[in-house]
């Protein structure tokens, strides 16, 4: 007996809801849902420099060259048929202008999980974790206003795992949101993080990183684990300063980590430098 399938109904997104709860705050924004472009933050990124620096939240429901951090593909999997979305894709554009730009990154990363489980944990400077795989990445991407401004276009991208990426020869294994949250799809996912992400950001343009401090360190996904650094550095985290910055303890004692090119990795077995029992 042959058996058909009902086509997958479409996904129907917050679009006004998100827009309603954000739009007094931030003049202008608009929620826009694209059915297939190569990467949000690309789009975004070719209308700012084309005089179009709109706050918007651009949505794909299908990215064709998604793209992470230090130019690394973002791998989401591709959605088979009659199937509920992979994996939710978005980016944030607005104006900005802090006084400081460190820890833009962390406090995004700290909303995105903020809005999703208590059990995410972070992994500097841009990725959400649940049990040492990788649920979420973040990129962010500016372009200037003009030569004497001081504020910047910014373009934040969130790619979130929902379903968990069947892809070989990660350095981080994958996790999707399902594994927490079996019922969620991309368009709850979509309602919890959109309107404070918003929030969040503006309150860093106000307040910098200094707020979100304490939080991100409670989620810290490297607090007191040995890491090795991409330039070489071995040491054991310390959890990240007023400025965003990581801590590192090593031979030559305490080191900030501030750079967005320095990868860093977690290392099994013992620990060297300065370790503290496990609680």
């Not at 933050?41 to 060259?65: F, I, K, Y």
């Not at 649920?135 to 003009?146: K, Y």
């Not at 934040?156 to 020869?169: K, S």
Request: with cysteine; proline share 8%; glycine share 8%.
């Amino acid at each position: 007996m042959a058996i058909t399938r009902a086509p997958l109904t479409p996904v129907r997104w917050p679009a006004e809801a998100i827009w309603e709860a954000v739009a007094p705050a931030l003049p202008g924004f608009t929620v826009e849902v694209l059915p297939e472009v190569d990467s949000t933050n690309s789009e975004l990124m070719r209308r700012a420099r084309a005089g179009r620096p709109d706050p918007v939240l651009l949505v794909a429901e299908q990215q064709t060259a998604g793209r992470g951090r230090m130019g690394r593909q973002w791998h989401s999997g591709a959605q088979p048929t009659g199937q509920r979305s992979q994996a939710l894709t978005f980016s944030l554009g607005l104006n900005l202008a802090p006084a400081d730009w460190s820890g833009l990154s962390l406090a995004v990363g700290l909303s995105v999980a903020q809005s999703l489980h208590p059990d995410i944990r972070l992994k500097w400077p841009n990725d959400l974790w649940w049990h040492d795989r990788k649920l979420a990445g973040i990129l962010i991407e500016t372009a200037n206003w003009g030569e004497t401004s001081a504020g910047r276009y910014v373009v934040i991208g969130v790619g979130l795992n929902l379903q968990t990426p069947d892809v070989a020869g990660l350095s981080t294994a994958p996790v999707g949101l399902r594994e927490l949250l079996p019922d969620v799809d991309a368009a709850k996912a979509l309602s919890s993080i959109a309107a404070p992400l918003v929030q969040n950001v503006q309150r860093f343009e106000a307040y910098g990183f200094a707020p979100f401090q304490s939080a991100f360190n409670a989620r810290d996904a490297l607090a007191q684990v040995p890491v090795t650094l991409s330039d070489g550095m071995r040491g054991v985290a310390q959890g990240v300063d007023a400025s965003g910055a990581l801590r590192v303890a090593g031979a030559q004692g305490v080191q900030r980590i501030n750079s967005a090119e320095v990868s860093v990795r977690a290392q099994p077995g013992p620990c060297y430098y300065h370790c503290e029992p496990d609680a």
